[in-house]
């Protein structure tokens, strides 16, 4: 290899590593730092608290450089809402709660999340507060009991709000005592919140170079550059949470209800009660986790009570008519808690296809009450036979493709005479001649 050649060579590998230089810290800048992101969209459930708790020990496993859990919430159970703010307390690493989109809400509970978070930011046009303790039982507080809920509340919402300063505090406990919501911009004026992010590119970069203190340790976040990875509700967690849902709980009671019943009145089938059966037990979870208004729950199950009733005595729609008004009643009072409410046009469009359903129900068993019985004994009166023997009084008649005793009480019938079946006497028919027109 001569002189020139071995220059050329000598180059090529300083452009090979000169390139390499500059790709590979590149690289690492985007690969080494990861941010894990929540999103925790309706009620505070038990199924979300699984699922906060889940995202966090995954965080923690993965080495992330936080997490993000994006909120949009109306609120939720407040024995719920410790149980996750005291996972979030216990965490290792920073947790940040974004109130997002556009147009999301950090209501009741959410606003004690938000305040729990080790740094939090809002999107525009978005909202917190609104944090009075409400019954979730439906039977309504004595004045004794909401001041010791309230009181409850304000210490440890203030709790929270301390790290934030004097005029955060000042203002969780109003929200607390006085239901008050903000706007984004005065919580990041209140220091209720540490930003106000329009997506979630523009609030990495606002967590950039931010040193959070967890627990005993200081962080500083490298967020810029780091690769999001979005942690979803597992099949089993968006399931539930999809039928914690006050309008398809609803729905899945009415179906249940209206299933069951529809199998007492037509039995046989067993598919619409099996069927009914699987929504009823699935309502029953739903309810359960939401927040019950036993006396809006009487009235609905009294509603389905006097619709069975209609099927089983018709009473020519009375009953069923004061059942479907004592089920649109309870409809509308069956939760108790502002953030867990039935559409009223749901109410009002099941109501009238519970009503519409059950019409049909009652003129199906109302038609098969006035039908004349085709089968066993009583289905034979009426029937036309054919004597095969004289019948004087008695003798043998032939009737669907069978020889039966049989009497008359109308003189002698002659063999091949045509007869009508008048009553049933055991195994023996009661008969009389039929007179032809031409008689």
């Known amino acids: 290899m001569d002189s020139h050649e071995r220059r050329i060579l000598i180059w090529g590998i300083m452009l090979i590593l000169a390139v390499s230089l ?47 859990i994006e909120l949009d919430t109306p609120g939720g159970s407040v024995q719920v809402t410790e149980e996750i703010i005291q996972d979030m307390k216990a965490a290792t690493l920073p947790i940040v709660v974004y109130v997002h989109p556009q147009g999301a809400r950090a209501a009741s509970a959410g606003a004690f999340l938000t305040l729990a978070a080790h740094s939090a930011a809002m999107a525009p046009n ?37 790290p934030r300063g004097a005029d955060a505090v000042e203002w969780a406990e109003e929200a607390v005592r006085e239901s008050s919501s903000i706007t984004e911009d005065e919580a990041l004026e209140l220091g209720v919140v540490d930003f106000v992010a329009t997506d979630l590119e523009a609030l990495l970069d606002a967590l950039d170079g931010q040193e959070i203190l967890v627990r005993e340790d200081t ?38 209800l209206n299933g069951i019943i529809f199998e007492l009145s037509q039995p046989g089938g067993y598919l619409s009660g099996i069927l009914g059966a699987i929504c009823l037990v699935l309502a029953l979870f739903s309810l359960g986790v939401l927040p019950v208004n036993w006396t809006g729950l009487i009235f609905v199950v009294l509603g389905f009570v006097l619709l069975l009733a209609d099927v089983k005595a018709p009473t020519h729609g009375i009953l069923a008519t004061l059942g479907v008004v004592s089920f649109v009643l309870g409809s509308m009072i069956l939760f108790s ?13 099941v109501g009238s296809a519970t009503g519409i359903f059950f019409a049909f129900v009652i003129a199906k068993v109302f038609g098969a009450h006035q039908r004349r019985p085709t089968t066993g004994m009583e289905g034979l009166m009426g029937q036309l036979a054919v004597a095969r023997s004289n019948l004087d009084p008695t003798g043998t008649v032939f009737l669907r493709g069978e020889l039966w005793q049989a009497v008359t009480s109308e003189g002698t019938v002659k063999e091949g005479e045509e007869v009508e079946v008048s009553d049933v006497d055991g195994f023996r028919l009661r008969v009389r001649r039929v007179v032809s027109g031409s008689d």
Do not use: W
């Open 337 to 349: 808690s502002p953030f867990a409410q039935v559409s009223r046009g749901l109410v009002v469009g």
């Open 126 to 162: 978005t909202r917190t507060g609104a944090a009075h303790p409400v019954d979730m039982s439906g039977e309504g507080m004595s004045e004794a009991m909401e001041a010791k809920a309230v009181n409850d509340a304000v210490a440890l919402i203030k709790g929270l709000a301390q």
């Open 219 to 256: 962080f500083t976040l490298d967020t810029r550059r780091a690769t999001i990875n979005r942690i979803s509700m597992n099949a089993i967690e968006g399931f539930l949470h999809t039928i914690t849902d006050p309008n398809i709980a609803f729905i899945l009671m009415t179906l249940g």
């Open 22 to 68: 500059l790709i590979v810290p590149a690289v690492q800048a985007q690969s080494d730092s990861q941010v894990d992101v929540l999103t925790v969209k309706g009620a505070i459930t038990p199924i979300v608290a699984s699922y906060v708790e889940r995202g966090i020990q995954t965080a923690q496993n993965d080495g992330a450089t936080c997490l993000i």
